[in-house]
């Protein structure tokens, strides 16, 4: 089982972030923290430059739609930090609304976080922003939805796609990058 | 601090001092490429011979393995974890089945945890023989490929005497395992511990040695510690750059705790230190095979419970509780259902961490079941590993990523 530190991370952050760290949850003996999706960035930094989780160990998400007594926003990310050299393991989670669901990129303080990342828009449809390279990792480009998401039926026919040729390809991920920042520029400033 | 990668990248000139205008030279390499063990699809600029830019496409595997197993329950998903690493199967099971039984928080019998043990490692020998072979092969060195093959074989005939199968072997269960180890398993152990052996000695005179061989890969494919952190990879591949982890020593599960077994590390990150470095831990492997077989205690193998475990059929057919309870597992809307929950539990897969994180609804589905893929970080890095290598050192530096299809694109 993963080693404790001293003190659950929640008694450490919540002096520091305040309503920040919104809840804890006791997932069978590993207490997981709820963080405000504005304020991921912020301790995600302090997590690494101050408390030594300096590894980013998995990205991903789940859909809570339906999720007996869950409330509050459905789409959740989760982040299982890892620290090299303390090995203590810190699982933080943001939830996001269905609808135009976003959330700071980590891509820029780990490197792997570029790829999971990527995985997360592919398949649960989140929008990370500052991420340098946003496409679709697993799926092809003209993929219609996003499947891990639970009102994806698990029947639904993809449209067939004609041929493609190079320059075609470069042209639309160009195209859907452009989209992807320009859906990202107003709601950046508010 | 992340390195400067524009610092590798050699100077890049527009025009040549001739006179002549150059351009880049774009290369598909993949998705089916006979150096590309596995499909995956690299998008190369060339100057030369000399890669300035990569584009890693991954994904032509995708068998929609997380959406498919929220549709089965969660004993229907074990034969699907058996393909996420088709090199080590056994690890995958095993991983999958312990994840289940800490969010229904049973303990599995002892002497089920020396015989997952036992074949986990005889799973990691495969992996490494498998990657150290084919990585060599694609260097010329063909003998060295069939020696391990050899080895391989062998152990592989053994895991097919336990499962009743090679490759999809579906052998963990949760709660325990399908089956006792037959009774002949120390003397047919003892046949392919001395074939490894065996082959291990004649490919390290054959390769250990060899110009050739140590001028591809020594210096070559080069991943410093702190990138390696950076980009969250673990296994062999992060020892060999010196990241001193293995989740076998440091977070022990199944008998693990009760072994000795050195953790190999070094601290060049080139090519040549992951083959040393998996070497290593097939000889360790090896010793911790011996340890648990000769510790290993009699008992049951399954535990006797039963909300997760099927009745035996002698019972099932002779009294009304064991048919009930038989009915109650493999009924639809019925069978294993943990309560509501989260876990995320890891096993050190043949690349490294393979972590699991399960939700449960309460119900006899997974909620979500998400698989943390050892090599898709390592993979993530591929780009800049290779960037300002020349196109042939592209094959065995992908050698020793031993990307797994399976479990990259899941």
Request: aromatic share 4%; net charge positive.
């Given at each position: 089982m993963p080693k404790n530190s001293a003190s659950p991370l929640y008694d450490v952050l919540k002096p520091v972030f305040g309503d920040k760290i919104e809840a804890r949850q006791e997932l069978k003996g590993r207490e997981a923290l709820r963080v405000s999706p504005a304020a991921l960035l912020e301790v995600v930094r302090h997590l690494k430059n101050s408390l030594g989780f300096d590894f980013l160990m998995d990205l991903s998400g789940a859909d809570y739609s339906g999720y007996p007594g869950h409330q509050g926003d459905p789409l959740c990310v989760s982040y299982q930090l890892f620290g090299a050299t303390t090995r203590a393991r810190a699982w933080l989670k943001v939830y996001l609304p269905l609808e135009g669901a976003m959330v700071d990129s980590l891509s820029h303080e780990f490197a792997c976080a570029n790829w999971y990342e990527r995985e997360c828009w592919d398949m649960f449809g989140v929008h990370f922003k500052g991420h340098p390279n946003l496409k679709r990792l697993l799926l092809y480009e003209e993929f219609v939805g996003h499947p891990l998401r639970k009102d994806y039926p698990i029947m639904r026919m993809q449209p067939l796609i004609p041929m493609r040729n190079a320059v075609d390809y470069e042209s639309v991920a160009v195209a859907r990058r452009k989209e992807a920042e320009e859906a990202s520029a107003p709601k950046a400033g508010n | 601090m992340p390195m400067d990668i524009t610092q590798k990248i050699p100077q890049w000139k527009a025009q040549r001092d001739d006179g002549f205008d150059i351009e880049p030279l774009y290369i598909n390499?993949?998705?089916?490429?006979?150096?590309?063990?596995?499909t995956v699809k690299m998008v190369l600029k060339l100057d030369g011979e000399t890669v300035v830019n990569t584009e890693v496409e991954i994904g032509y595997l995708h068998r929609c393995f997380e959406k498919t197993v929220e549709q089965k329950t969660w004993n229907q998903a074990i034969p699907y974890t058996d393909r996420l690493n088709y090199v080590s199967p056994l690890i995958n099971n095993m991983g999958y089945c312990m994840a289940v039984e800490r969010l229904l928080g049973i303990q599995v019998p002892e002497r089920t945890d020396y015989i997952r043990t036992i074949m986990c490692e005889l799973s990691r020998i495969g992996d490494h023989l498998t990657c150290i072979g084919a990585g060599a092969m694609e260097l010329g060195a063909l003998t060295a490929f069939l020696y391990f093959m050899k080895a391989r074989e062998s152990s592989w005939q053994l895991i097919e005497e336990v499962?009743?199968?090679?490759?999809?072997?579906?052998?963990?269960?949760?709660?325990?395992?399908?089956r006792d180890l037959p009774a002949n398993f120390s003397e047919r152990w003892a046949w392919v511990k001395s074939q490894v052996e065996e082959n291990l000695g004649e490919v390290s005179t054959l390769l250990n040695t060899n110009r050739i061989f140590i001028d591809r890969m020594k210096g070559v494919g080069i991943m410093p510690l702190d990138r390696c952190l950076s980009y969250g990879m673990t296994g062999p591949f992060a020892r060999a750059s010196g990241f001193d982890y293995d989740l076998r020593r440091d977070e022990p599960y199944f008998a693990y705790d009760r072994m000795k077994f050195e953790v190999p590390t070094r601290t060049g990150g080139d090519n040549w230190c992951r083959y040393e470095v998996r070497m290593e831990e097939i000889r360790q492997s090896v010793r911790i095979i011996d340890q648990a077989l000769a510790q290993m205690p009699e008992g049951i193998v399954r535990v006797e419970d039963p909300q997760v475990s099927l009745p035996r059929k002698k019972e099932v057919y002779s009294n009304i509780e064991a048919l009930m309870n038989h009915f109650k597992l493999l009924m639809p809307g019925h069978g294993i259902r943990p309560a509501l929950g989260e876990v995320y539990a890891a096993v050190e897969g043949g690349n490294g961490e393979l972590g699991f994180w399960l939700v449960s609804d309460g119900g006899d589905r997974p909620w979500r079941l998400r698989v943390r893929p050892p090599c898709f970080p390592i993979m993530s890095g591929v780009e800049e590993l290779i960037l300002g290598e020349q196109v042939a050192d592209i094959v065995p530096v992908f050698g020793s990523v031993n990307m797994i299809g399976g479990e990259l694109d899941r």
């Open positions: - | 390499m993949g998705p089916s490429h006979p150096a590309m063990h596995g499962t009743g199968a090679r490759l999809t072997i579906s052998y963990g269960r949760v709660g325990g395992v399908v």
